[in-house]
């Protein structure tokens, strides 16, 4: 990190990104960095690659964010700031697939790339590299990180909600096994600079729409399916459900948490129809990993217990193929099934 650290001691051009369909974690992270890095005055632009729940939008920084359906910016100045670029942040993910369509521009840039991220098979694509599965955020990984740049003191009120919005969503409101002592004793670190908790716990899980809670509703009464016999449970969301209830991005987050909820389920999946698309959720318990899964069949990964893929087919052909592997993976989901939970 030395040779990073000298780098920013002087004003840099920077670009900071986050992964597609940016969660809390991915966009606090990219707002808490970029919000740090204009301290020591440098130029930071953040660029998603695609739209975000609305339910983040109150984040600090976010007026200045800019997405590439929906640029403030036209598409050539977008392209000008990768090409000017000393430096490219890449965080919350670890392959350059997870930035389409903005990978070009990264790879084609001369700026050297940093990677922050704490998902499993990385890929080799960075200069630097702050890189840590055990990790529970890479929230936290940001703080740890602007520490290492001795930036420690200048993490103030704005940049915590940010870094404890991420933290607060990755490690599921602290409930997931990644939530370590250290974990806590960041995020006690980011209270006593006064920020508050309640108000963003509330700004991320209490501001749904009506139409949210009406396609909460309906998924779980007509679309929820539970298979005992391979202690599984899924959802499948045709655009048609999605369009009824005046779908936008983000109404389905956490979806997929209320089937591994279900007792006795070990697996769970939502399969959600899009444009020329099947995206899908997974979910687990113990120690099924639906990371391997999802690299294995669904060209996707992610967490042991937390993974996504995607798959360019019908929605009935995407389900299909996820209930014709069940058979082959039933004793893996039976082994986790008699472990003991984790400590």
């Known amino acids: 990190m030395e040779p990073l650290r000298a780098l920013l001691q002087s004003p840099r051009r920077v670009v900071v990104i986050p992964h597609q369909k940016p969660d809390a974690d991915a966009l606090g992270s990219s707002l808490g960095l970029a919000n740090w890095l204009r301290k020591g005055g440098h130029t930071v632009n953040v660029v998603s690659p695609t739209d975000y729940p609305r339910f983040l939008n109150w984040l600090p920084g976010h007026d200045a964010l800019v997405t590439v359906y929906q640029p403030r910016h036209n598409h ?7 090409t000017k670029a000393d430096l490219i942040f890449c965080l919350d993910f670890n392959d350059l697939k997870r930035c389409e369509p903005l990978n070009g521009l990264v790879e084609r840039s001369k700026a050297k790339r940093v990677l922050i991220d704490h998902h499993e098979a990385k890929q080799d694509f960075a200069h630097f590299e702050y890189w840590r599965v055990s990790a529970a955020a890479t929230a936290e990984l940001i703080f ?32 997931y096994p990644a939530t370590s002592s250290r974990v806590h004793r ?54 048609t459900d999605l369009f009824q209830f005046n779908y936008q991005v983000g109404d389905t987050e956490g979806l997929v948490n209320y ?22 959720s997974f ?57 003991p939970p984790a400590q």
């Not at 591994?260 to 959600?272: D, H, R, T, Y």
């Open 144 to 175: 740890e990180f602007i520490g290492l740049m001795g930036g420690a003191s200048q993490v103030d009120g704005p940049i915590a909600e940010c870094l404890y919005a991420g933290i607060m969503t990755d490690t599921g409101s602290f409930k």
């Open 76 to 82: 050539a100045e977008v392209a000008g700031w990768f």
């Open 283 to 339: 979910r687990s318990v113990g120690d099924f990993s639906v990371n391997e899964l999802s690299r294995a069949e669904f060209n996707g990964g992610g967490h042991k217990n937390a993974a996504g893929g995607k798959l360019p087919t019908s929605l009935t052909t995407a389900v299909d193929k996820f209930l014709s592997l069940l058979p082959h993976y039933q004793p893996q989901i039976e082994q986790a099934a008699l472990m």
């Open 186 to 239: 960041i995020v006690a670190h980011l209270l006593d600079i006064g920020i508050d908790h309640t108000t963003i716990h509330r700004r991320i899980y209490d501001t749904n729409s009506e139409d949210r809670l009406k396609l909460l509703g309906f998924a779980l009464n007509n679309r929820l399916k539970v298979l005992p016999e391979y202690r599984t449970a899924y959802f499948a969301l045709s655009k």
């Open 259 to 280: 089937a591994l909820s279900v007792e006795g389920v070990v697996l769970a999946a939502l399969f959600k129809e899009e444009e020329d698309h099947v995206k899908i």
